[in-house]
């Protein structure tokens, strides 16, 4: 059973460049979260989709969006790059049930930006 | 708004010994309580869950407490293996129907064979 997989785990970008990084969440999940971790800090929540739709949202600009589609998997696009957003970029995912059921939360391994 | 603290922010013990990570947290209004593992560069890896209604969970080695009241978690780590060294977080959930979570900014451990 595959975990959470995330693409690409490494990426180089310079600054003004749009990115985008793509989630698959594992199987029987369908709520993709994710999360920015900065070098030596804890992941920022950035939103959260279920249902296709972005039900909840971090404190990050509209230069970051999203989409989840049908078969659950989720992309993160980033518009407009600056040098700070560099980071290890992860994405999680929940059991079926949607947000609020209990249960662990799920990521994979992150994919890497650098933005020069 | 939530904040999380983890302290120390790095750890050092030999192989064998005992040992616990702090978690504190400022709103004791949370769901439940997530302990992860993070080995440098990778991803992280979900150790334990408390619900808030428990005290503790255990897996192996692993005991995990709750605090609710006084916002408190320990990660307890008994007998320590070379293995162990990672960066532990741990994150907080808020009240039902909100799952973001807050996290702290870890505790580095390396366990010195």
């Known amino acids: 059973d595959a975990g959470v997989t995330q693409s690409p785990t490494h990426l180089i970008k310079t600054r003004g460049q749009q990115v985008t990084l793509r989630c698959s969440p594992k199987s029987g999940h369908d709520t993709v979260s994710w999360y920015q971790q900065a070098l030596g800090q804890g992941p920022q929540f950035i939103f959260q989709?279920?249902?296709?739709?972005?039900?909840q949202r971090g404190n990050f600009p509209d230069r970051f969006s999203g989409h989840q589609f049908p078969n659950y998997s989720s992309e993160l696009n980033v518009n407009a790059l600056l040098l700070g957003d560099s980071a290890l970029y992860l994405c999680?995912?929940?059991?079926?049930?949607?947000?609020?059921?209990?249960?662990?939360?799920?990521f994979g391994e992150g994919s890497r930006l650098t933005v020069l | 708004k939530q904040e999380v603290t983890q302290i120390p922010a790095a750890l050092s013990v030999p192989e064998g010994e005992n040992l616990v990570l702090n978690c504190s947290f400022t709103?004791?209004?949370?769901?439940?309580l997530q302990w992860f593992r993070q080995d440098p560069g990778k991803g992280l890896t979900s150790l334990l869950l408390?619900?808030?209604?428990?005290r503790e969970q255990t897996s192996g080695r692993l005991n995990a407490s709750l605090d609710k009241s006084s916002g408190r978690s320990t990660l307890y780590i008994a007998a320590s293996q070379p293995g162990d060294s990672a960066t532990y977080l741990c994150?907080?959930?808020?009240?039902?129907?909100?799952?973001?979570?807050?996290f702290g900014t870890g505790t580095r451990l390396t366990i010195i064979p």
């Open positions: 994150a907080v959930s808020s009240v039902f129907g909100n799952e973001k979570l807050t």
């Open positions: 709103d004791s209004a949370i769901y439940n």
């Open positions: 989709y279920y249902e296709e739709e972005e039900r």
């Open positions: 408390i619900q808030s209604s428990q």
């Open positions: 999680a995912s929940r059991p079926q049930g949607g947000p609020g059921i209990a249960g662990e939360l799920f």
